[in-house]
């Protein structure tokens, strides 16, 4: 059978390929005739064609490089702690400047409170915010507060702070050395009770026979300075005692209700310790005038209670003749037994008057006398007190007090 197909064109192109293949198949192949792959190596752009050396080097200065940021960063890190710890400040506490104080020894001192974390670090950033001016005084400073912070503090003169503390009415001398101990943590509460018994510190009100300041600084709201001391407060509270006294023209006391104007200090402080609602205050006054007058022991209760024991009983204090006990001896005690208020100076400068012989209360005085204001007790549970001109009247008036649950 022919393999022709027929076709001239087919039939020729077919015999080509056929010899074609015949020749391929006898073909040998020399090296040359192999086609190379070539790859990213070749051309020079893989580190096949860079030394080892060169990529090693490469290596550790990115190494190093990267080592050096780790350890700028720390140490950046290291530095913000040491200027800004970071939390919530505490609480503020006392720091005391001295004289002769240096930026070194306050530092160090600092660190050593635990207010700062490093002296030295401190310092350089002190000197870069412009440094400190340090005066002798009171800081009150933040363990752990930020850098920042601490030296506006510090830059801050301590006249310049202040610490509003309260002294209310009827305060004894060792009720304000106690509070002033609670307010201005940078002063003591021993300090001041020394400073108020300091006989070189005096009033213009104080005869030359009482060293006790007992009734001679006035209670008020006061600034209290960082650079205040003890005996600075003291001073100051006599001085506006004095002003207000002045004020009041206690100067003039004598003529006006016979008495001195220490004397009038000390009633003024048995009113102030008496007196609970202010209409009160200008008649237990006049009931302690009527009774001096009369040669009557006062018989307050505030007197009792002056320098004793707050866990005693008024049986166990009456029973006790000592200089404060107005129930066991006539005439005015001592000292004052308070600081008073200028509502209660004005009061013992201004008594009120008598009642009318209209009054009620006046209707039981014998005939012939005067009707006086003479006792005084508790009406009520805000601290009004009754008042009667004879005894019998002052007893009922005691009994109504008793069933009511006013008296102890």
């Known amino acids: 059978m022919s393999n022709s197909t027929g076709d001239p064109l087919i039939d020729k192109e077919s015999d080509v390929l056929g010899g074609v293949n015949e020749l391929a198949a006898d073909w040998e192949q020399d090296p040359w005739d192999i086609e190379p792959v070539v790859s990213l190596d070749d051309v020079g752009v893989t580190p096949t064609l860079v030394p080892k050396s060169f990529r090693l080097l490469v290596r550790a200065v990115f190494l190093a490089s990267l080592a050096l940021v780790l350890v700028v960063g720390l140490a950046g890190l290291w530095f913000v702690r040491q200027i800004n710890p970071g939390g919530v400040a505490s609480v503020p506490g006392n720091f005391t400047i001295n004289e002769g104080d240096t930026l070194t020894s306050v530092t160090e001192r600092l660190e050593n409170d635990g207010i700062i974390v490093n002296a030295g670090v401190f310092r350089w950033y002190v000197a870069r915010k412009g440094g400190i001016v340090l005066l002798p005084g009171y800081y009150s400073l933040k363990p752990h507060d930020t850098a920042g912070n601490i030296i506006r503090a510090l830059n801050t003169p301590p006249a310049q702070t202040f610490v509003k503390v309260t002294f209310p009415e009827g305060f004894t001398i060792d009720q304000m050395a106690e509070r002033l101990g609670l307010k201005v943590p940078y002063l003591s509460t021993e300090d001041f009770t020394l400073a108020a018994a300091d006989k070189t510190i005096r009033s213009e009100f104080q005869p030359d026979d009482v060293t006790s300041l007992e009734g001679l600084l006035f209670p008020d709201t006061y600034q209290v300075s960082g650079d205040d001391d003890e005996t600075r407060v003291i001073k100051r509270m006599i001085q506006l005692m004095e002003r207000v006294g002045r004020q009041e023209k206690i100067n003039e006391s004598q003529s006006r209700v016979g008495y001195s104007a220490y004397k009038v200090l000390i009633i003024a402080s048995m009113i102030e310790r008496e007196a609970k609602v202010p209409q009160d205050r200008a008649k237990i006054a006049r009931v302690i005038y009527n009774r001096l007058a009369l040669g009557m022991p006062l018989e307050i209760d505030a007197t009792l209670l002056y320098g004793t024991d ?18 066991a001896r006539k005439g005015l005690p001592p000292t004052p037994i308070a600081n ?25 005085a014998p005939r012939g006398t005067k009707c006086q204001y003479l006792y005084y007790v508790l009406a009520d549970a805000e601290g009004r007190h009754v008042f009667a001109a004879t005894y019998n009247q002052h007893l009922a008036n005691v009994e109504k007090a008793r069933v009511a649950g006013l008296l102890k």
Do not use: H
Not at 310 to 327: E, I, S
Not at 340 to 363: E, F, H, V
């Open 310 to 327: 707050p866990q005693a009983t008024f049986a166990d204090l009456k029973a006790v003749d000592g200089p404060y006990n107005t129930y």
């Open 340 to 364: 008073p208020g200028r509502a209660s100076i004005s009061a013992a400068l201004a008594p009120a008057p008598d009642p009318p012989l209209s009054d009620a209360i006046c209707q039981g």
